[in-house]
C-alpha cells in the first residue's frame, strides 16, 4: 500500500507543468487544488514550482536544468516528498527521486494514498488495494534501484531479477484475488438492487467536497461522515426519503469526482459507481461558492459521459449559497443550466424547493396505463413486474386489468408485452 503519512506532516513541494492547453494561470488553479490534497492526505506544502514547456522531457518531465534546481529546492528546505500534478512515468519517477534523493509522486498516487486514508468498510479497502496495485505493478522497479548500482557480478543480476519477478508475481496474483472479492461484492449489490428495484432512485454526484452527503443528511436524518476534506465519502450511501405526496424515494450518496482522476480507481470503484448509474435521477451537485465551478461542472460531465450514465434525466443542485456575497449572477445560472435549484444543505436553506423539483422530474418520467389483458396472459402479466410497477390488478370473466405505472425508458416494453398478449389499452 502507498504511504504518505508516515510523519505527522510531511513537507512538500508540489509541481506543474503548463503545456498544451494547459496555460500557467490554469495550472496554478490545478496546484491551489493539488495543495488540498496534500493537506488531506497530511503533507505541508512548502513551495511550488511550474515550468512552461511545449512538450513534456521523458526522462524528468521538466527539462534536466529545472529538475536539478528541483533537487537543490529540495534540499534547501529539507523536503520530504515532491508531487507531480501530472501522472509520471515509472521512468520519470525513477529518475527524479535518483537525482532529488526524496520521495517522488504524482496526483494519482496521492489521491490513491488520500483514498486509503478514508477506505472504512471492506469494499472500499478491496477497491482501493486493487487500484494502488495496478499503480504500483509496473512502478515496481523504483524498488530495486540498488541492485541496477551494482555493476554485473556472479550472483548479483540474476538474483535480482529473480526477486522482482516473484514480487511481480505476488502482485499479479493478489490483484486476480481483489478482482474476484469484487465480482463477488458486485453480485452482491447487483442483488440488493434487484430488491429495490420498485423504488424511484435519485443519485447525488458531483466535484469532491460540494456537500453531497449533508444533503443526504440534512434530507433523510442521516449519519454519514460530513468532513470539510476532499473524499471524505468513499462508500455509496443509500437512505429512503419521503416525498411531499408520502412517495418514497431512495436517494444515494457517491463518492465524489476530480479533475484527472485515475482511469484505474474508476475501473476499482465500478460497483461503488454502478449504484449511480442504476439511478432514476442524478442530483448533480455544485458548489457554486467555488471560484472555479465551471470547471468542476466540465470535469464531472466528463467523467459522466466515461460512465456512460450522462443520457440519465439531471437536476443541478447549485449548494452553498449561504457563501456567497453576491447572487447576482444567479439567474443567469438558472437560465443556463435548466433544471436547477439554488440551496444550502448546512443552512437547511430551500431544501423543499429540492424535493420539490425532485418530485416534478420523477412525475414527469413515469406514465401510468391501465391495460386489460386475456385471462390466459398471466406470462405477460408476470414479465410486467420487470419493467413497471404494478398499483392494482382487477380480475372479472372477461379479463384481467392491470393498472401500472412506468418509466420512459420501459414504456416501449410495456407496450410490446401489451402486443403480445394481444391487450386493449383503455
Excluded at 42 to 60: C, I, K, M, T
Excluded at 71 to 78: C, G, T
Excluded at 387 to 392: E, F, Q, S
Aim: one cysteine or more; hydrophobic letters at 40%; aromatic letters at 6%.
Amino acid at each position: 500500500m502507498l504511504e504518505i503519512s508516515s510523519k505527522a506532516r510531511e513537507r512538500a513541494i508540489i509541481v506543474g507543468i503548463a503545456h498544451g492547453d494547459q496555460n500557467r494561470a490554469m495550472v496554478n488553479e490545478y496546484l491551489d487544488e493539488l495543495e488540498l490534497l496534500a493537506d488531506t492526505a497530511g503533507a505541508e506544502v512548502l513551495e511550488r514550482v511550474v515550468q512552461d514547456r511545449h512538450r513534456l522531457d521523458p526522462s524528468y518531465m521538466l527539462g534536466r536544468g529545472k529538475a536539478e534546481e528541483l533537487a537543490q529546492m529540495a534540499k534547501y528546505l529539507d523536503a520530504d516528498l515532491i508531487v507531480f500534478d501530472d501522472d509520471l512515468t515509472p521512468a520519470q519517477a525513477k529518475n527524479l527521486e535518483i537525482l532529488c534523493k526524496i520521495k517522488v509522486i504524482d496526483r494519482s498516487g496521492l489521491i490513491l494514498d488520500i483514498f486509503a486514508k478514508n477506505a472504512r468498510t471492506r469494499e472500499a479497502r478491496t477497491q482501493v488495494e486493487l487500484a494502488q496495485l495496478n499503480y504500483l505493478l509496473p512502478r515496481l522497479t523504483r524498488q530495486w534501484t540498488h541492485l541496477s548500482r551494482q555493476i554485473g557480478g556472479i550472483g548479483v543480476r540474476g538474483p535480482g531479477e529473480t526477486q522482482l519477478e516473484v514480487d511481480r508475481r505476488l502482485i499479479r496474483n493478489r490483484i486476480r484475488v481483489l478482482g474476484r472479492e469484487l465480482e463477488k461484492i458486485g453480485k452482491q449489490r447487483s442483488n440488493r438492487r434487484k430488491s429495490r428495484s420498485d423504488l424511484f432512485k435519485a443519485a447525488l454526484v458531483g466535484y469532491t467536497n460540494v456537500g453531497k452527503s449533508t444533503i443526504l443528511n440534512a434530507l433523510t436524518n442521516a449519519d454519514v461522515l460530513v468532513e470539510d476534506q476532499l473524499f471524505a465519502t468513499l462508500d455509496s450511501t443509500i437512505r429512503s426519503l419521503l416525498l411531499d405526496d408520502h412517495q418514497r424515494i431512495l436517494l444515494i450518496d457517491t463518492v465524489g469526482f476530480i479533475r484527472k482522476l485515475p482511469h484505474h480507481l474508476i475501473a476499482s470503484f465500478k460497483s461503488t459507481l454502478e449504484e449511480a448509474a442504476d439511478a432514476d435521477l442524478l442530483l448533480h451537485v455544485i458548489d457554486v461558492s467555488h471560484s472555479a465551478f465551471r470547471d468542476q461542472i466540465a470535469t464531472v460531465k466528463t467523467v459522466l459521459h466515461e460512465l456512460a450514465i450522462d443520457d440519465r434525466p439531471l437536476l443541478h443542485v447549485f449548494n452553498k449559497i449561504d457563501l456567497l456575497e453576491d447572487r447576482s449572477f444567479l439567474a443567469d445560472l438558472e437560465r443556463s443550466f435548466e433544471p436547477c435549484v439554488f440551496i444550502s444543505a448546512a443552512q437547511g436553506v430551500f431544501l423543499g424547493d429540492l424535493v420539490r423539483k425532485v418530485c416534478e422530474l420523477m412525475n414527469q418520467q413515469e406514465d401510468i396505463y391501465s391495460i386489460k389483458f386475456p385471462l390466459s396472459a398471466s406470462k405477460v402479466i408476470a414479465k410486467l413486474y420487470q419493467v413497471a410497477k404494478i398499483l392494482n390488478i382487477e380480475y372479472s370473466d372477461d379479463g384481467v386489468v392491470v393498472e401500472l405505472k412506468s418509466d420512459r425508458q420501459n414504456s416501449g416494453r410495456v407496450l410490446r408485452l401489451t402486443e403480445e398478449a394481444q391487450g386493449v389499452r383503455l
